[in-house]
């Protein structure tokens, strides 16, 4: 069922309710009114009656058409003190119109009132009083033949105006829903020609400035967010595949030349060496891809515990000094303050070792790569990962974090590709990880030459909220 039809229907039964409880409310209002009028009459009636005998004005006789006058439609039965009938006037009949027990117990300044019924069409309501003079008992009965009509007549134009009501409601609030929805139905397909139009071309935003408009305005930046998306997964996609083909490309040219006829054992080995280098690039490769993945999916496995940061660092260091020592780098700690800090080591020392073997990858010989704890007032501590190299390009640091970002200038006269780095990837999946810390990493160059890298990690108290949060 669409929204419009839904609509249409609540409408409908809204006017149903709507009309049943008016209806309701006037036929109870109608009984009221009658009623409260016919009792009224009847007091009336009976103290004029009451005032009459006490005067003796009039002057009975037993069972005979007297003196009293009433009005259409009313009649007038007297008992005396033994409760025996004494008087009625013509309509009434010679019989009581109310039991024994209610004469016996009618009081004074107390009337009672009690339906009497002759016929299916003829129904009185009675009203039952002593007199304090006389002692005798008054009963003054008027017809509701009016209000038995009145309640037919109602429930008659309830039963009419009902489903009357209901298609009436249902067909305007059908026009009324489909007037509101129509900016919407606009925008639906507008949405649905998306997929045949251009980069540029969005949905058109209403000049109403009212819900409408803003999901116009949601819509676009939504259209905006997923091509902006599409467009990084195929840069993504293709830097992928880039990174797999070179080296798969290269293994196979080499085993291919290590399989021709006349090899020496020597240039097979050499050649058997560069395939397993391309290999082991393709494993790195993989690796962080899979690591990629399952940080954006929140699959990776991720457990903070207290570290000491200055215990943690040099932990992790140590184990690069071989490569440092290759490249003749000197790797310089400047671990002054000791912050306690929530980490998972195994995640942080990965994020740690691709931004230093980066720095390493541009460090020129006998350069010195330093790596320093600076404290960011109560609550925070910066590790700087600073080195000699030729730095990041000024039009390359805003992208330098983005998965397969390189730069050219930086790269040419790089030989080295073994690495994570190689492929644009280790400054990107640390930052994911300091991220997951709840931190961040900070680009920039030193004033003095070379690049630096900023790990921004909570100190515990912060990291505490960040584990629970987890």
Same mark, same amino acid.
């Given at each position: &069922?669409?929204?419009?039809?839904?609509?249409?229907?609540?409408?409908?039964? &809204?006017? +149903?309710?709507?009309?049943?409880?008016?209806?309701?409310?006037?036929?109870?209002?109608?009984?009221?009114?009658?009623?409260?009028?016919?009792?009224?009459?009847? $007091? *009336?009636?009976?103290?004029?009656?009451?005032?009459?005998? /006490?005067?003796?004005?009039?002057?009975?006789?037993?069972? $005979?058409?007297?003196?009293?006058?009433?009005?259409?439609?009313?009649? =007038?039965?007297?008992?005396?003190?033994?409760?025996?009938?004494?008087?009625?006037?013509?309509?009434?009949?010679?019989?009581?119109?109310?039991?024994?027990?209610?004469?016996?117990?009618?009081?004074?300044?107390?009337?009672?009132?009690?339906?009497?019924?002759?016929?299916?069409?003829?129904?009185?309501?009675?009203?039952?009083?002593?007199?304090?003079?006389?002692?005798?008992?008054?009963?003054?009965?008027?017809?509701?033949?009016?209000?038995?009509?009145?309640?037919?007549?109602?429930?008659?134009? =309830? %039963?009419?105006?009902?489903?009357?009501?209901?298609?009436?409601?249902?067909?305007?609030?059908?026009?009324?829903?489909?007037?509101?929805?129509?900016?919407?139905?606009?925008?639906?397909?507008?949405?649905? !020609?998306? *997929?045949?139009?251009?980069?540029?071309?969005?949905?058109?935003?209403?000049?109403?400035?009212?819900?409408?408009?803003?999901?116009?305005?949601?819509?676009?930046?939504?259209?905006? /967010?997923? #091509?902006?998306?599409?467009?990084?997964? *195929?840069?993504?996609?293709?830097?992928?595949?880039?990174?797999?083909?070179?080296?798969?490309? #290269?293994?196979?040219?080499?085993?291919? %030349?290590?399989?021709?006829?006349?090899?020496?054992?020597?240039?097979?080995? @050499? %050649?058997?060496?560069?395939?397993?280098?391309?290999?082991?690039?393709?494993? @790195?490769?993989?690796?962080?891809? %899979?690591?990629?993945?399952?940080?954006?999916?929140?699959?990776?496995?991720?457990?903070?515990?207290?570290?000491?940061?200055?215990?943690?660092?040099?932990?992790?260091?140590?184990?690069?000094?071989?490569?440092?020592?290759?490249?003749?780098?000197?790797?310089?700690?400047?671990?002054?303050?000791?912050?306690? @800090?929530?980490?998972?080591?195994?995640?942080?020392?990965?994020?740690?070792?691709?931004? +230093?073997?980066?720095?390493?990858?541009?460090?020129?010989? $006998?350069?010195?790569?330093?790596?320093?704890?600076?404290?960011?007032?109560?609550? !925070?501590?910066?590790?700087?990962?600073? /080195?000699?190299?030729?730095?990041?390009?000024?039009?390359?640091?805003? /992208?330098?974090?983005?998965?397969?970002?390189?730069?050219?200038?930086?790269?040419?006269?790089?030989?080295?590709?073994?690495?994570?780095?190689?492929?644009?990837?280790?400054?990107?999946?640390?930052? &994911? =990880?300091?991220? &997951?810390?709840?931190?961040?990493?900070?680009?920039?160059? $030193?004033?003095?030459?070379?690049?630096? @890298?900023?790990?921004?990690?909570?100190?515990?108290?912060?990291? !505490?909220?960040?584990?629970?949060?987890?």
């Amino acid at each position: &069922m669409t929204i419009r039809s839904r609509i249409a229907l609540i409408f409908a039964l &809204m006017a +149903v309710i709507f009309f049943a409880v008016a209806g309701t409310v006037l036929y109870r209002s109608n009984d009221n009114a009658i009623i409260n009028t016919l009792k009224n009459d009847l $007091n *009336k009636t009976s103290a004029r009656i009451i005032d009459q005998l /006490d005067s003796k004005v009039i002057h009975l006789r037993p069972l $005979n058409e007297g003196p009293i006058l009433v009005r259409e439609q009313e009649f =007038i039965q007297i008992f005396d003190s033994t409760n025996h009938l004494r008087y009625t006037t013509q309509g009434a009949g010679k019989r009581p119109s109310v039991s024994a027990a209610l004469v016996d117990g009618a009081k004074i300044s107390a009337p009672s009132y009690v339906s009497f019924r002759r016929s299916e069409n003829d129904r009185y309501l009675i009203l039952v009083i002593r007199d304090d003079t006389t002692n005798d008992v008054i009963a003054v009965g008027g017809s509701i033949d009016q209000l038995i009509d009145s309640r037919s007549n109602i429930i008659l134009y =309830i %039963l009419i105006g009902i489903p009357l009501t209901a298609i009436l409601a249902f067909l305007a609030g059908y026009y009324l829903a489909g007037r509101a929805l129509e900016p919407v139905e606009q925008l639906r397909r507008e949405a649905e !020609k998306l *997929k045949e139009l251009g980069e540029g071309d969005l949905v058109s935003v209403p000049a109403t400035k009212d819900e409408i408009a803003d999901l116009a305005k949601t819509l676009n930046s939504m259209i905006i /967010d997923i #091509r902006k998306s599409i467009a990084e997964q *195929k840069i993504f996609i293709a830097s992928a595949s880039h990174e797999l083909r070179t080296p798969l490309a #290269r293994v196979s040219a080499d085993l291919e %030349l290590a399989l021709l006829e006349g090899r020496t054992l020597e240039e097979i080995e @050499v %050649l058997i060496r560069k395939a397993d280098r391309n290999i082991r690039k393709l494993v @790195v490769v993989c690796n962080s891809l %899979l690591t990629i993945a399952k940080q954006e999916r929140g699959e990776a496995d991720f457990h903070l515990s207290p570290q000491s940061l200055d215990d943690f660092i040099s932990e992790t260091v140590e184990g690069l000094r071989r490569e440092a020592d290759h490249k003749s780098v000197n790797l310089v700690l400047d671990l002054t303050c000791k912050p306690l @800090v929530a980490i998972d080591p195994y995640h942080l020392s990965r994020a740690l070792e691709n931004v +230093v073997e980066n720095a390493l990858r541009y460090s020129p010989p $006998n350069s010195f790569l330093t790596i320093r704890l600076v404290p960011l007032g109560d609550d !925070k501590v910066q590790i700087d990962i600073l /080195d000699q190299g030729p730095g990041f390009p000024s039009d390359f640091i805003d /992208d330098a974090l983005r998965p397969f970002a390189r730069s050219e200038k930086t790269t040419l006269d790089v030989t080295d590709n073994t690495s994570a780095g190689g492929a644009g990837l280790g400054l990107s999946i640390a930052n &994911m =990880i300091t991220e &997951m810390h709840g931190g961040r990493i900070d680009i920039s160059n $030193n004033p003095e030459g070379g690049a630096r @890298v900023s790990i921004v990690l909570p100190k515990l108290t912060d990291a !505490k909220a960040l584990n629970a949060a987890r």
